[in-house]
């Protein structure tokens, strides 16, 4: 679920063994022939990954590994499912890898080849049974929440308390100060929280009721966004916004960084929220499996998941790299929250193209009125 996207340029030295720059169908793994066994194409969301962690999987394994990049799970499932590019492994989101699972475009992996598997928290595997019930076919990499980031001295200037809930974002007396996702599954997620309904809800009249509390908040909204929050709260633009957790260590620090007279604090709404986990997959007609298994293997190992974690910031559910940060972080909540905080919280399911479109038209009503 990464979302800090933007081009991943490689350097001059990992350029001559990485094919990157870019994503989607033009990208220059569409160009290069497949085949042969030191190689490796793989296919991941734009700067989600610590680019000295392939330089090191070249040199231990001799893998040539080429690199393409995607900005969203969507544009990502067609160019599998068409397989014009034989991509060898994939980091899908949750619900994304419930729909490739149910298209049957995933293969098996073999966990024998895959033996750091035994870093990974057995609560993180049982989170992925959402979405991969048997686990089979995803490894998680990394996992996080949905929840709202506020600018405490805004709210002290507003005479606000701060907000500990969804429904705090319906407050009028923010109005112009809120930031909402411009996605359709999590904005539809804070309103049907408030109502105590599921965010996989398939009910009409559930449905109908958030899209009608999404357009009553209009008024409050300053812009729907995903990337540009980063920006808007750093700057102060904003009193409150609901942001991925991921994001939240990268906008605190340059806020300091930036010598801010603000503190950002992030909270988990009481109504529950989403959780979301980002898999490493390998398509069902992948070239070059095993390798895809050494890569897997690779980047289960502690110390190239703490290099990872130190580079993204998203929360890693590597129990021996998250053994291996330091205390600070060990006890940072809003990026390492208890399971237990997670009560009344759910990962986005694929809920079928029927469901999807119902989704996709209530969301055009709410950005239409």
């Not at 800090?4 to 990992?14: E, M």
């Not at 049907?192 to 009910?203: A, E, V, W």
């Not at 409150?240 to 709404?269: C, H, N, R, W």
């Amino acid at each position: 679920m990464k979302k800090r996207v933007f081009a991943l340029c490689l350097t001059a030295a990992a350029a001559a063994s990485l094919t990157a720059c870019g994503g989607g169908a033009d990208s220059p793994a569409q160009n290069t022939a497949n085949g042969g066994s030191n190689e490796l194409y793989v296919y991941n969301w734009g700067e989600y990954i610590d680019e000295s962690v392939i330089e090191q999987f070249e040199e231990e394994t001799g893998i040539s590994v080429i690199y393409d990049l995607f900005e969203t799970n969507e544009e990502m499932y067609p160019i599998i499912e068409a397989g014009a590019i034989n991509y060898d492994v994939v980091c899908p989101s949750d619900y994304m890898i419930q729909k490739m699972r149910e298209n049957d475009l995933l293969a098996e992996i073999n966990f024998d080849n895959v033996p750091n598997i035994k870093e990974i928290g057995p609560e993180y595997m049982d989170m992925a049974k959402d979405f991969d019930p048997e686990n089979k076919y995803a490894v998680p990499y990394c996992w996080g929440t949905e929840g709202i980031l506020y600018n405490k001295q805004r709210f002290d200037e507003l005479g606000i308390p701060y907000p500990t809930k969804w429904a705090d974002l319906w407050n009028p007396e923010l109005e112009g100060e809120i930031l909402m996702h411009n996605t359709l599954r999590y904005a539809f997620m804070a309103a049907l929280k408030i109502k105590g309904y599921s965010l996989n809800t398939t009910d009409p009249d559930q449905l109908a009721e958030a899209r009608d509390m999404l357009i009553e908040q209009k008024p409050l909204v300053q812009a729907y966004v995903i990337d540009q929050v980063r920006d808007k709260m750093i700057n102060g633009e904003a009193a409150a916004a609901m942001l991925y957790s991921g994001d939240l260590l990268y906008i605190q620090d340059t806020a300091k960084e930036q010598g801010s007279e603000f503190d950002l604090e992030y909270v988990l709404p009481e109504e529950g929220t989403s959780y979301w986990i980002d898999c490493w997959v390998i398509p069902a007609n992948a070239e070059h499996k095993e390798n895809a298994e050494k890569w897997i293997n690779f980047l289960c190992r502690p110390d190239i998941a703490k290099k990872n974690f130190e580079y993204i910031t998203y929360a890693t559910p590597n129990k021996g790299a998250f053994e291996l940060l330091d205390e600070e972080l060990q006890n940072n909540k809003a990026v390492f929250p208890d399971l237990s905080q997670l009560k009344n919280s759910e990962s986005v399911q694929y809920l079928g193209e029927e469901v999807n479109d119902m989704y996709n038209e209530m969301w055009k009503q709410v950005k239409a009125n």
